[in-house]
């Protein structure tokens, strides 16, 4: 039997000991790799030459979509060395004091700087901000050819910096620097600047100048007085400050200095490559979207980098073609010429198919009207995206009705807002299909009104528009256009945006994000940038579809021509649009009637775009004269799309399945009713849901006279009944230009003012059946008379002069007896043998007596109208009103006198009498009075049988709202 093993005792797992152990292992490999990594960094470092001859020869390549080269990109453009002793003081200390204050001190790199970078990157992500000095800058665009912004690259960088600065004095540096940096518009150093900005060599640039050319390195597109004056302006103002900071200058000289307006050569004129407007965005983009993947925006100039394109090189010919022709554009008697800029893309994929930001490309990036403008209002073509299309997806339809007539809207400042239409004309009852077709203001307002500005705010921004100012939110200017622009601030929208806005509804209501560059590749063909525009459903298909419908009847026409937008019509194609025009304010240039930009925006199945017009500053000499968005812009559209879509097959916008046609009253939305007039019967679209189930009830049968289509009074001969309609909310014209269009459809409110007792006479006649029609005078019993025609067949009618029928009633029974005698009286007119009757004949008389003397023509008693009765309130908030009541004295009215009574209104700035009213009552209550007016009213009574009146008292009332208290 062998030895028994002894067991061996566990030892218990030491936690700091495997901590340490694990810690060593960690440090040996981190030191290992972060050796192996610097050795290769070393191994790959550039190699080092003379930076004031860097390699400019890496060209980088532009392909459209179809992957054709179009352009090409260097780095030796208008580049000029300057010796650095040419160069001015200031120019140098404001590059220090606003690149590197600490330039004469560090030996390359910048602890400090590099500190501070190291945190901003920690807290907002690599890349967020940079610790390069001026000699890093110099070693990135003389050497460095990878655009990245990654560690390796920035470690090369600081080598080569230290390097640099081991071989060059610091003002070797200084003018190597000076003479590779970019500023924009194809200017490489600071003599190039110099020339593109002041016209004027380096040496003779004074301290405002120097500062403006500091700040505009940092980025040109963002700080060129030629792109943006007011972020030039502060830019530049921030320069000087830091040389304030830093004691180079006084801060009394920044402060003059900070006020000097900037005195630029302009831009030289003269086409550099093709597409260039199209290519200057391009540019624009590869660098942001360079500096935004972390990568080095200065590569697009010397890295060889490839970059790929949206551009349809049909459509941007077309568009120049149509640009270049000088009769697409008003003939203007100034040297500058209207300006404009145009966007054609495609909405399903966002990919821009071509541009133009100019009639003239003036210079390599300057300024692009279609991508870079957004101090104009966009008048009338943003009503679809800020009041129609949000109004469409929060229950409102094609069909909804809005009253077309003056408003005035309070606001929460204690003013009021009252727009006009840009016609002076009201509609009134409209539908929001018409509204739209016919760009009228008031509905738009009304509209946003009732959905709330921030729904239209916020469904704006929904469809890209996303530099709205904040404050835009709160106002109700924005249903018209009327938006907070501020360019500096980045406050507005541009024609780009614009047209992806409208391409959303095309879209089937899904956003995609406008874009120029599908791709950019680095010299070996590795993709380093990929665009994935951004996509987001921004409304219902059905909402998108019904906005389309609706601007497709602003421009509709094949001779139909309807709406505002006509001229914009393809043959063979559904073409939706929009027009729009802002006007100058009545003050500007001394009350000037005309324009200051007109815009079209439209779209097909297959394409959307958008055209602006006007001048780059408006002023006394340069405003559009009878150019609206309905005209020239229009026509600009129609010829580049029309040419941009020769070669394709016409289709029509897809008609979602939850849409479906409804007949309708147009007059209210809502079915027709059997009263409503057939030219108000029409068919429109609705969401399935959003089916109209209530029948017009706004339609009734009037009486009026058949003259003057007025309510008719006892004194018309002709009375007709017609149909009216019945306003919802009562409105009354306080002139004769705000009286809506359709007044003529609405029930009268004003008696008759052609017929009275002048030019008629009022005869009572007999209606008994038995006179088989024919019309007989009544028979009517005086005083101490008795009998005469019964009451139910008398009618009280008006007959002009010499028109009046001559004989009586000769029914036995209706005949009148002297209660003294018991006998028989001839029949009498009762006073109006003077008012234009034909005395009767005694020959055609049934009694041939003598008639009796003519009763005497007594007035009617006058009327006392109470103004202690008079009251300006109505115990129902919703009401107001004024009561009114009359006291007639009875003892004064003779038997059988019947009395009428016409109520007459004014007010103490119009001295117009309106007849208000006819009643055979002595009260009355006017419920069409406004608060805050002053009204005077008058009673006038009249003898219904002899024609004669007598008038009341006056009174005066002042209508104050009373507030009611409620729970």
């Not at 943003?382 to 949000?390: D, N, R, T």
């Amino acid at each position: 039997m062998g030895k028994k093993r002894k067991n061996k005792t566990k030892r218990k797992l030491n936690i700091f000991r495997l901590f340490i152990l694990l810690s060593l292992i960690a440090t040996f490999i981190v030191a290992g790799a972060g050796i192996g990594f610097l050795v290769g960094v070393v191994n790959k470092l550039p190699e080092f030459k003379n930076p004031g001859e860097p390699d400019w020869n890496l060209t980088t390549f532009v392909y459209d979509s179809s992957g054709q080269e179009i352009a090409k990109l260097h780095g030796v453009e208008n580049r000029e060395p300057v010796a650095f002793k040419k160069v001015p003081q200031n120019l140098k200390d404001a590059f220090i004091a606003i690149e590197d204050n600490d330039f004469e001190n560090h030996f390359g790199i910048n602890p400090k700087a590099i500190a501070r970078a190291v945190w901003a990157n920690i807290k907002y992500g690599f890349g967020a901000e940079g610790g390069s000095t001026i000699t890093q800058q110099l070693a990135k665009n003389a050497f460095l050819k990878n655009p990245e912004k990654k560690l390796k690259r920035k470690i090369q960088e600081a080598l080569l910096a230290i390097q640099l600065e081991r071989t060059y004095t610091k003002d070797e540096i200084f003018e190597f620097y000076l003479n590779t940096i970019y500023f924009g518009h194809g200017a490489n150093g600071v003599q190039a600047a110099s020339q593109t900005y002041f016209g004027k060599n380096v040496e003779d640039l004074d301290l405002a100048e120097s500062a403006l050319l500091a700040g505009v390195a940092n980025s040109p597109g963002r700080y060129s007085p030629y792109i943006d004056e007011d972020a030039a302006t502060k830019r530049r103002a921030r320069v000087l400050d830091k040389m304030v900071e830093l004691s180079y200058i006084s801060k009394a000289q920044a402060e003059e200095t900070t006020k000097e307006p900037f005195s630029l050569v302009g831009l030289k004129k003269g086409r550099q490559y093709n597409f260039p407007y199209f290519l200057d965005h391009v540019i624009e983009d590869a660098e942001k979207l360079l500096r935004e993947n972390n990568l080095d925006p200065m590569a697009l100039y010397t890295g060889g980098l490839k970059v790929y394109t949206t551009l349809n090189t049909d459509v941007q010919q077309k568009i120049e073609e149509v640009y270049n022709n000088p009769d697409n554009f008003p003939k203007v008697d100034t040297e500058e010429p209207v300006q404009s800029a145009m966007v054609i893309l495609d909405p399903h994929t966002g990919a821009i198919q071509g541009l133009v930001g100019g009639r003239e490309h003036v210079t390599k990036r300057g300024l692009n009207r279609a991508t870079q403008m957004r101090s104009r209002q966009p008048g009338s073509v943003f009503k679809p995206l800020a009041v129609y299309g949000p109004a469409l997806e929060n229950g409102l339809s094609p069909a909804t009705t809005i009253d077309d007539v003056p408003v005035s809207i309070p606001l929460p400042i204690g003013e009021s807002y009252e727009p006009s239409n840009y016609d002076g004309r009201y509609r009134g009852l409209i539908s929001l299909r018409e509204a739209v077709r016919y760009s009228v203001n008031v509905p738009a307002v009304k509209v946003l009104d009732q959905i709330g500005t921030g729904t239209g705010y916020d469904f704006a921004t929904n469809l890209g528009l996303t530099h709205l100012a904040k404050q835009d939110r709160n106002y109700l200017s924005i249903a018209l256009g009327g938006l907070t622009s501020d360019q500096s601030k980045g406050y507005g929208v541009t024609p780009l945006e614009l047209a992806a806005s409208y391409g959303t509804f095309a879209n089937k209501g899904v956003y995609v994000e406008p874009y120029a560059i599908t791709k950019i590749t680095d010299k070996e063909g590795n993709v380093i940038v990929e665009t994935k525009p951004e996509k987001h459903i921004a409304m219902t298909e059905e909402t998108a579809y019904l906005m389309t419908d609706i601007l497709t009847t602003v421009v509709k026409d094949s001779k139909g021509r309807t709406g505002t937008g006509w001229r914009a019509a393809i043959p063979g194609w559904q073409v939706a649009g929009k027009t729009g025009t802002t006007q100058l304010t009545g003050s500007q240039f001394n009350n000037v009637t005309g324009n200051k930009d007109a815009w079209f925006a439209g779209y097909t199945p297959e394409y959307a775009g958008i055209v602006w017009m006007g001048y780059d500053k408006t002023d006394k000499d340069h405003y559009l004269d009878q150019v609206y968005g309905g005209k020239y812009p229009a026509m600009l559209w129609k010829a580049a799309m029309e040419a941009a879509l020769k070669d394709k097959e016409p289709k029509p916008f897809e008609r979602p399945n939850g849409i479906v046609n409804v007949t309708i009253d147009s007059k209210t939305g809502l079915l027709p009713s059997e009263l409503t007039p057939q030219e108000f019967v029409t068919t429109e679209l609705f969401t399935k849901n959003a089916v109209p189930q209530q029948v017009s009830d706004i339609w009734q049968e009037t009486e009026v006279c058949a003259e003057s289509g007025k309510l008719p009074t006892p004194f018309c001969p002709d009375v007709i009944t017609g149909i009216f309609f019945q306003r919802p909310i009562p409105y009354r014209a306080e002139n004769k230009n705000e009286v809506p269009l359709d007044v003529n459809w609405e029930v009268p409110r004003e008696l008759c003012d052609i017929h009275n007792n002048s030019t008629t006479v009022l005869l009572s006649t007999c209606t008994d059946p038995r006179h088989e029609g024919k019309l007989v005078l009544a028979n009517i019993s005086g005083p101490g008379q008795e009998g005469g025609c019964s009451e139910e067949y008398i009618v009280h009618r008006v007959f002009p002069p010499g028109t009046a029928p001559s004989a009586f009633c000769n029914i036995e029974e209706h005949q009148v007896v002297d209660q003294s005698t018991g006998k028989q009286v001839n029949p009498h007119f009762p006073g109006n043998w003077n008012s234009g009757a034909t005395k009767p004949d005694k020959n055609n008389q049934t009694y041939p007596n003598e008639p009796l003397e003519k009763p005497e023509r007594t007035k009617p008693p006058e009327p006392v109208l109470s103004g202690e009765n008079a009251i300006t309130d109505i115990n129902n908030p919703n009401m107001l009103g004024v009561q009114l009541q009359w006291e007639v004295d009875q003892t004064q009215l003779k038997p059988g006198q019947q009395i009428v009574y016409f109520i007459e209104r004014w007010t103490d700035t119009s001295q117009n009498k309106l007849n208000i009213a006819l009643t055979n009552t002595t009260t009355w209550l006017d419920e069409e009075v406004k608060t805050d007016n002053t009204y005077f009213y008058r009673v006038t009574a009249i003898d219904v049988n002899t024609s004669l009146t007598a008038l009341s008292n006056s009174v005066e009332v002042q209508v104050k709202e009373i507030k009611v208290e409620t729970d």
